[in-house]
């Protein structure tokens, strides 16, 4: 199974601002997701991310607010653009693999707040 | 619409005893299904899955799960629960109204192993 870590784990932003988080697999991926989840609840799809070609968003994501990079086969990028509180949540990524048909391998997420 | 259910957001068994977490869907194709894990302040770990072929399916962490068609159904089960088997449990299907590997997430279901 692939590895999967976060950078960075846990952030306190101002309204307003922007933040990055990145997303680093120990191995080559097909597809890598971004989810973001509200503690205790089910994941929300925000976009998938292929590499070499444009994230694909899910309804009620945006590229502006939420652009996605993927360059290469164990790299991606979410940044989080003009932060509100209503941001506030904790963000996910996750890869699968090719041979092992869609199993989903999660990064430990970061925690965003948003003040 | 495809759809997945976990009809009890909670479930409460005594350490030792045989554990349920219960799951309906319903998909437009073949019914790829999945169970994860997600452990307090952690990300979610890949349990099992159902592809094809015998309906029970076993897992890591001795978990196992029953596909039953007629009933649409994919309930995970342990013979015996551990403490450490407290966590929140995510049942997910395949998305076969996308043409990459995304899955549907249930809503949870939060499983209190007492000692």
């Known amino acids: 199974s692939a590895v999967i870590s976060q950078k960075p784990s846990r952030d306190i932003c101002q309204r307003g601002t922007s933040l990055t988080i990145q997303c680093q697999v120990d191995?080559?991926?097909?597809?890598m997701f971004w989810y973001r989840q509200q503690p205790g609840q089910s994941l929300t799809l925000i976009a998938t991310?292929?590499?070499?070609?444009?994230?694909?968003?899910e309804s009620g994501f945006v590229i502006d607010k939420f652009p996605i990079s993927r360059p290469n086969l164990t790299f991606s990028t979410l940044t989080v653009s003009n932060m509100s509180p209503e941001d506030s949540s904790i963000y996910l990524c996750?890869?699968?693999?090719?041979?092992?048909?869609?199993?989903?391998?999660f990064g430990p997420g970061t925690r965003l707040t948003v003040t | 619409a495809q759809s997945v259910a976990q009809p009890e957001d909670q479930v409460n068994v005594a350490e030792g005893n045989p554990l349920t977490v219960k799951c309906t869907y319903s998909?437009?194709?073949?019914?790829?299904l999945f169970w994860y894990v997600q452990y307090p302040n952690r990300g979610l770990q890949f349990l099992l899955k159902?592809?094809?072929?015998?309906?029970l399916v076993k897992g890591s962490y001795g978990f196992e799960a029953e596909f039953n068609k007629s009933q649409t159904s994919f309930h995970l089960k342990k013979p015996s629960a551990l403490v450490s088997d407290s966590a929140l449990y995510f049942c997910?299907?395949?998305?076969?109204?996308?043409?990459?590997?995304?899955?549907?997430f249930g809503p949870g279901t939060s499983l209190s192993v007492i000692p």
């Open positions: 191995s080559q991926v097909t597809m």
């Open positions: 991310a292929n590499q070499g070609s444009e994230a694909t968003y």
């Open positions: 997910a299907v395949r998305d076969w109204e996308t043409s990459y590997d995304k899955v549907i």
């Open positions: 998909v437009s194709g073949n019914p790829y």
């Open positions: 159902y592809i094809t072929g015998d309906n």
């Open positions: 996750s890869a699968t693999s090719s041979g092992r048909a869609y199993e989903q391998y």
